[in-house]
């Protein structure tokens, strides 16, 4: 499960996204569409903090992942994430 209330980013001056809220049951499929640079894959990097939300709270399975208390590094192993450019690594 994961539950995305009130999530915001910002790079600077420029908000990439605006107060999202989102509901993900366990086996549910989402699908994420929009046109380039609509923030689609900032979105899903703060899902697994790979960027730090401005504001908001992301929930994994009952722990809250932008509590600084969370140790981000035993969550990830729960989440899967592929890349859009399969040349991120050398």
């Known amino acids: ?3 995305v209330k009130n999530l915001s980013k910002s790079f ?3 908000l990439v ?3 999202i809220s989102e509901h993900i ?6 699908v994420i569409i929009g046109p380039s640079g609509s923030g ?9 903090l790979l960027e730090t939300p401005t504001q908001g709270s ?6 809250e ?7 981000i590094n035993a969550i990830r ?3 899967g994430m592929v890349f859009q450019h399969f040349n991120l690594f050398p």
């Open 65 to 71: 992942i932008t509590d600084p208390k969370c140790d």
């Open 12 to 14: 600077g001056n420029h």
């Open 17 to 19: 996204l605006d107060d």
């Open 58 to 63: 992301i929930v994994f399975d009952g722990t």
């Open 77 to 79: 192993r729960q989440m």
């Open 1 to 3: 499960m994961i539950d």
């Open 40 to 48: 689609k894959s900032t979105f899903l990097r703060c899902l697994n």
């Open 25 to 30: 049951s366990p086996g549910e499929k989402v």
